[in-house]
């Protein structure tokens, strides 16, 4: 079974430049190398364009990575291709804000587009 979809809906107010802002308090997904769970807050921000993505399905999708193994830098840059890839905004944002681990904190940002 793979991933869930990231659903949308109309943005109604396009035209207007405003931010969305999302935390996923309760991330998890496993270390791909040792299985042991990762937690972290996840925070989305993005500027819809024509669309915006539906929160329930957000919540399905944050949640089938549970039983996912996948780095840190891979998840927070996956989930921000995928939102990129189902609303197309006009900017995202997505950190990765991962809690302590073998006595090391992890925070990863990625964006869209890229600033570089």
């Known amino acids: 079974m793979g991933q869930p979809k990231l659903e949308t809906f109309k943005n109604q107010y396009r035209g207007r430049e405003y931010e969305i802002e999302i935390t996923c308090p309760e991330f998890t997904c496993l270390c791909p190398r040792t299985g042991q769970p990762d937690f972290a807050v996840i925070k989305i921000k993005y500027v819809p364009d024509e669309l915006c993505i539906e929160l329930k399905s957000l919540k399905l999708y944050m949640f089938s990575y549970r039983d996912t193994g996948q780095f840190h830098e891979h998840v927070t840059n996956k989930i921000l291709d995928d939102i990129v890839e189902?609303?197309?905004?006009?900017?995202?944002?997505?950190?990765?804000?991962?809690?302590?681990?073998?006595?090391?904190?992890?925070?990863?940002?990625?964006?869209?587009?890229?600033?570089?």
């Open 86 to 116: 189902a609303c197309r905004p006009i900017r995202a944002e997505v950190i990765g804000d991962f809690n302590v681990r073998g006595g090391i904190k992890t925070v990863v940002k990625a964006t869209y587009p890229d600033r570089r």
